[in-house]
């Protein structure tokens, strides 16, 4: 079994960073991302960018990757992150072919 990973890319609107910032948050402590399904999730801040982020979401397999994306993409806290973005986001699916750990 391969771990997969979705990696996700967007620009933050213009002084909305930290709201960003504080919605990741907000879904870590209102757990409604149903957090079974992650073996990890962090968000990313580009440092010669500010207002571009990298999501990195890790799962145990691609269906707990699309039970989790269903589930995340019904949740208001998704639909608040695409207010605070422009140009949508850019999704990259993955399996992890090597890793340190």
């Not at 999730?41 to 960018?49: A, N, P, Q, S, T």
């Not at 799962?59 to 949508?88: C, H, P, Q």
Request: hydrophobic share 45%; charged share 25%.
């Amino acid at each position: 079994m391969n771990m997969f990973v979705i990696v996700s890319t967007y620009r933050a609107r213009t002084g909305e960073e930290d709201a960003i910032i504080a919605l990741h948050e907000e879904w870590q402590r209102s757990q409604n991302v149903n957090a079974k399904h992650y073996s990890f999730w962090e968000l990313l801040r580009r440092v010669d960018m500010p207002g571009e982020f990298i999501s990195i979401a890790q799962f145990a397999n691609e269906e707990l990757a699309n039970v989790a994306t269903k589930d995340l993409e019904k949740d208001w806290l998704y639909g608040r992150l695409m207010s605070l973005i422009e140009g949508g986001q850019t999704q990259i699916h993955c399996t992890i072919a090597w890793s340190l750990r």
